[in-house]
């Protein structure tokens, strides 16, 4: 199949050639540049959300209960699932998938499971290009579903147009998400199973560190800077889901109708290029490997007769 | 301060110039290659652990309870902590970090925390080097904690000498260990808190998943191969820690007499090596951000004028 086919089959929302489509981004092959070179000017009309947080919080019974909500209003959905532990990518235990199970037969939904298959800035690189696909589908959102522990997961979170972080009482997320730069993040914080003990102590912490942030950065706020609210859901009976979907669309209109809006929008295409330069370089590089001279430089690294820095060295400037 | 004076600080295990040190390497500074190249030779002693695990599996109760036992034998023990919510990087509860206080009075344990600070690679390249830096100082053990989730906390365990994969019952690490690449790493399975209800299951499950991973890799094993033993532990009251420091030892011994440990060595020194080439090539890619074509490329990207693969080829041309 040529280049032409795969993208008129994207374009044509044919599960089968999207499917090859995003594998081609994900597994950074040759033939991905002619590819989003044909889908570069589609999709611009796709709304791209991240959903983030800790094994456990909820993340993909909210992402479900989204689905239900833009379904029933009649739009389509794309969900890539870039956590191993989510039903979503057949990590969860059955009862979850079982619940999961109608979204899997509904034609207006697309599930796609993305792995990171062991390269550095793969996931980084590649979702952004799987849901600029995605969006040349037609699909009108698409929710990118990370778990926000690790760099990689965190950059892939901050890689959409919205980024809801999810919280749960009880599970000392508080803490973690101000070490892990989840909070820098976040445009919209849910805490989930706000029928839970604990739930206002955990919007109470979150608040507090939300402000402290706010201090570090020590400059003057913008007038038309975002404030990200803080929302209670419980996502399983779909409680507080309307909630997101006003404070999504607030995010959306803000987006697009204020200066500081559309400075977010350019940073958040800086860190697209950023992630696919790197991506590039990293594929050159792999070119290190089969240089005869890099498994005896790591040895003599090992044995402590060289240091890593000027192996590098060595290798980079034979490349 | 010079090189020099900084590497013989480092060598007289001077806690500031260590501190120093290592923020060359984290940093990613001019000056680590010769810093590097200055204590390349020293430390070849120093048995590197990795600690890998989700949070609440008890990664710190368990680097606690081993540095107890080394330090009880006149051993010394450094540990860096790359889990932002290690009580060791000072992101956990007051309770555990009162439970550490010890650690941080001993002068025969050293302590240091470790940040991704935003770079890609980041992590994966300065933790090893980090690691060798406190080899030099003379450090017998060096523990390095990382959070098992995302991809360059699996990089970050797999550079250890020895790797260890921590679980705890009813937390369904089972399953996400064999999606997270987890399994693949592990030299060493400790199911902790073993005193908990499903401790055992969780063994069976782990067994499973082992199994089932060795027949996925469809070659005869090797007739000195590792085999990776699950041990169950009650790290806060050091049980178990004497069978968890007989298998540690095990696989030193099994690393140093066998073909196959020799080769896992040096496919570990390749991992390290690889890990600095990336760096470079960042650092070195670094410069593109200030290439004034950078943002008006990653505009064109955003308004769907042009696709990121091409964009990345423009600056990556510049460079």
Aim: proline share 4%; hydrophobic share 45%.
């Amino acid at each position: 199949m040529n280049i032409e086919e795969l993208a008129a089959g994207v374009l044509a929302r044919q599960p089968r050639l999207l499917a090859r489509a995003i594998s081609v981004v994900e597994d950074g092959r040759e033939e991905a540049r002619a590819l989003m070179q044909a889908l570069a000017s589609a999709g611009q009309q796709t709304r791209v959300i991240g959903l983030t947080g800790s094994p456990g919080v909820g993340k993909s019974t909210t992402t479900s209960a989204l689905i239900d909500h833009y379904r029933a209003a009649g739009l389509t959905v794309a969900v890539l699932a870039c956590d191993p532990s989510s039903p979503f990518s057949g990590g969860a235990l059955l009862g979850d998938r079982v619940r999961m199970q109608e979204h899997f037969l509904d034609p207006g939904v697309y599930i796609r499971s993305m792995s990171s298959r062991g390269h550095l800035g793969g996931l980084s690189a590649s979702t952004p290009q799987a849901a600029r696909i995605l969006g040349a589908a037609g699909f009108d959102f698409i929710l990118i579903e990370t778990v926000g522990v690790g760099q990689s997961e965190v950059e892939v979170a901050a890689s959409a147009d919205t980024t809801v972080v999810l919280m749960a009482p009880g599970m000392g997320d508080g803490i973690q998400a101000v070490k892990a730069g989840i909070l820098e993040v976040g445009d919209i914080f849910v805490v989930n199973k706000a029928d839970r003990d604990g739930a206002h102590d955990t919007v109470r912490e979150l608040r507090h560190a939300l402000s402290l942030a706010a201090d570090v950065r020590a400059r003057p706020a913008e007038p038309d800077e975002w404030t990200p609210p803080i929302l209670l859901t419980v996502a399983s009976t779909a409680g507080g889901i309307p909630e997101l979907v006003k404070a999504l669309e607030e995010h959306a209109a803000w987006l697009t109708g204020t200066e500081s809006g559309r400075m977010r929008k350019a940073r958040r295409a800086e860190a697209e290029l950023e992630a696919v330069v790197l991506a590039h370089l990293r594929a050159r590089a792999g070119a290190f490997r089969d240089d005869p001279r890099f498994r005896d430089l790591a040895n003599e690294v090992s044995l402590g007769l060289r240091d890593a820095y000027s192996a590098a060295e060595v290798l980079v400037s034979r490349l």
